[in-house]
């Protein structure tokens, strides 16, 4: 069993930068797929997939509306996961998440069925 602690959210301007910790624990056999998603605030909606990383491998896929603004990248000595923001716009004001997949693929890593563990979330609001 694997938990995830997310942190590091908060409310910055637009323009500025933020970066996102996921400590991890527990099998590592179930964490193939490491990723961050997001939810936007209102009536409920399917979580957007931001980033993933499998992390034996070190290949890693983003969402186009974060790709060259968003790094992800690991600390394997602290199990650590990491999402920098920079840039930030007021659109990715959101309660961000991070989520283990046991398997996800180029073509999977960003639908949030694939995960079937979940940190409890850390909010970012980014003002304009």
């Known amino acids: 069993q694997v938990q995830l602690v997310e942190s590091g959210g908060g409310s910055v301007q637009a323009g500025g930068s933020l970066r996102l910790s996921c400590a991890v624990s527990?099998?590592?056999?179930?964490?193939?797929?490491m990723a961050w998603f997001r939810q936007t605030p209102g009536p409920p909606k399917e979580r957007e997939g931001v980033?993933?990383?499998?992390?034996?491998?070190?290949?890693?896929w983003y969402a186009a509306s974060v790709k060259g603004r968003f790094t992800l990248s690991q600390d394997n000595d602290k199990n650590t996961l990491y999402l920098q923001m920079n840039s930030l716009k007021p659109e990715d004001t959101a309660m961000y998440y991070c989520?283990?997949?046991?398997?996800?693929?180029?073509?999977?890593?960003?639908?949030?069925?694939?995960?079937?563990?979940w940190g409890q979330g850390t909010s970012v609001t980014v003002s304009s």
């Open positions: 989520a283990a997949s046991d398997y996800c693929t180029q073509t999977t890593w960003a639908r949030s069925y694939v995960y079937n563990t």
């Open positions: 527990g099998s590592t056999a179930s964490r193939h797929c």
């Open positions: 980033a993933a990383i499998v992390p034996g491998v070190g290949t890693t």
